[in-house]
Nanobody
Framework: QVQLVESGGGLVQAGGSLRLSCAAS????????MAWFRQAPGKEREFVAV????????MYADSVKGRFTISRDNAKNTVYLQMNSLKPEDTAVYYC?????????????????WGQGTQVTVSS
C-alpha cells in the first residue's frame, strides 16, 4: 500500500504563489505516475497535472498551463506542484494521486491511491 499526504496549502492573494507537496510512504513510487487533481465546492474533481514515469513527461490542464509546474524527487518520495500567478478560480481542495501502472491518465478512476487533500484559497 501507498499513503499520500499533501501539504503547503493556504490563503494567498491573486497573483501570488504557493508550492504544494505530496509525501508518499510505503512502497517506492519511483515508477508511479503522480498527479494533482482539485475540487471546488459544488463542482466535480478535475485533473490539474501529471508527471509520468517514462521520461518524467508532464501534462497540464489548459486552465493551469503556463502557470503551474509539477515535479518529483524520487529520492524523497515527494511530488510537488508549484503554482504561480494564482487566480480566484484556482480556489479548491487539491488532491495528490498515484497511478501504479505509470500511465498517468487524466481520469480519476485510473488512480489507485489518493491523499486527503489540502485547501488552497485565492482571494481577489
Amino acid at each position: 500500500q501507498v499513503q499520500l499526504v499533501e501539504s503547503g496549502g493556504g490563503l494567498v492573494q491573486a497573483g501570488g504563489s504557493l508550492r504544494l507537496s505530496c509525501a508518499a510512504s510505503g512502497r517506492t513510487f519511483s515508477t508511479y505516475a503522480m498527479a494533482w487533481f482539485r475540487q471546488a465546492p459544488g463542482k466535480e474533481r478535475e485533473f490539474v497535472a501529471v508527471i509520468r514515469y517514462i521520461r518524467s513527461r508532464t501534462m497540464y490542464a489548459d486552465s493551469v498551463k503556463g502557470r503551474f509546474t509539477i515535479s518529483r524527487d524520487n529520492a524523497k518520495n515527494t511530488v510537488y506542484l508549484q503554482m504561480n500567478s494564482l487566480k480566484p478560480e484556482d480556489t479548491a481542495v487539491y488532491y495528490c494521486a498515484a497511478d501504479i501502472t505509470g500511465n498517468g491518465a487524466t481520469f480519476r478512476y485510473e488512480y489507485e491511491y489518493w491523499g486527503q487533500g489540502t485547501q488552497v484559497t485565492v482571494s481577489s
